[in-house]
Every structure is written in structure tokens, then in C-alpha cells.
């Protein structure tokens, strides 16, 4: 996997703490977010290192209004559209899809326990062949501290 899927996972992470407002939210405390994340892909020779990114969650940076802008950092190049958004007590769910021909589906679902966080994005390519199979990415997180 590389740079560009790297990338698109931090831009789904990043997505789907955007989809923490609906009503009320679950239990997250803002501040920095240490999140870790583990790429599971049926057929993979070797695991992958886990990937840890570092952000800032506020009350109202994580208000989504969309998902990630087709080209956004250069990547995502194909529209996208969120199907399904709840909140189920300290669960946020959600489900995307992107159109074109790197299309896929994808469902996440991420649980909140003021200052730690599980969970997973699956990730299904529209195509099927060599090369597009499922991936799982299993996420934890926790807040490391105040914003800078």
C-alpha cells in the first residue's frame, strides 16, 4: 500500500471524525486525538504497519457538513456521496459511497468513551478483480492533551 492509500485512509479517519455532531454527539472530549490504525486485507503477505496520525477535535471543527471534495489533497478523485449518518448513544455510524473508476463502498463505525475511541472503516471496491478486495481498517484512538 502507498502514499495515496496512506493518504486516503488518514482522509477517511479524518471523515469520520467529521460525522461526531449529530445530535448532541457521542461521548468525545475535545482536544488532541492520538489515533492508531491497523489496514486488514484478505491475502496480504505481510501486515502492514499500523499507521498513527494526530489531530485537533473541537465542538465545532468535527461538524460535518460533506464528505472529502473529489481531489481533495490530490487523491480523492472520484464523487462521493454518505448514504447513511447516526448516532447510536456513543456510536457514530455511517456509510459512503464514491462513484468513477476507483469506485468503492465504505462503512465505519466508531465508539466513544470520552477519551479513547474503537473502531472500523470497511472498505469494498465496486470492481471486483486482481488487486480489489476488501480492506478493513480497525482504528483506536485517544486524547493525548489540550489543542496547540
Not at 447510536?88 to 469506485?103: P, R, S, Y
Request: charged residues 20%; aromatic residues 4%.
Amino acid at each position: 500500500m502507498g502514499k495515496k492509500a496512506v493518504l486516503v485512509i488518514v482522509l477517511l479517519v479524518v471523515f469520520m471524525m467529521a460525522t461526531m455532531a449529530i445530535a448532541g454527539g457521542p461521548n468525545m472530549n475535545p482536544g488532541k486525538w492520538e489515533i492508531t490504525t491497523k489496514v486488514e486485507m484478505p491475502g496480504m503477505p505481510m501486515k502492514m504497519p499500523p499507521i498513527t496520525t494526530t489531530q485537533c477535535l473541537t465542538k465545532d471543527s468535527y461538524i460535518l457538513k460533506e464528505p472529502p471534495k473529489p481531489g481533495a489533497a490530490g487523491e480523492m478523485k472520484s464523487p462521493c456521496k454518505v448514504t447513511n449518518s447516526q448516532v447510536k448513544g456513543d456510536t457514530v455510524i455511517w456509510d459512503m459511497v464514491c462513484e468513477g473508476q476507483e469506485g468503492m463502498t465504505y462503512h465505519g463505525e466508531l465508539t466513544y468513551h470520552g477519551d479513547t475511541m474503537e473502531g472500523f472503516i470497511k472498505m469494498v471496491p465496486k470492481s471486483q478483480g486482481e488487486g480489489n478486495v476488501p480492506v478493513t481498517l480497525r482504528m483506536k484512538g485517544k486524547r493525548v492533551g489540550p489543542c496547540d
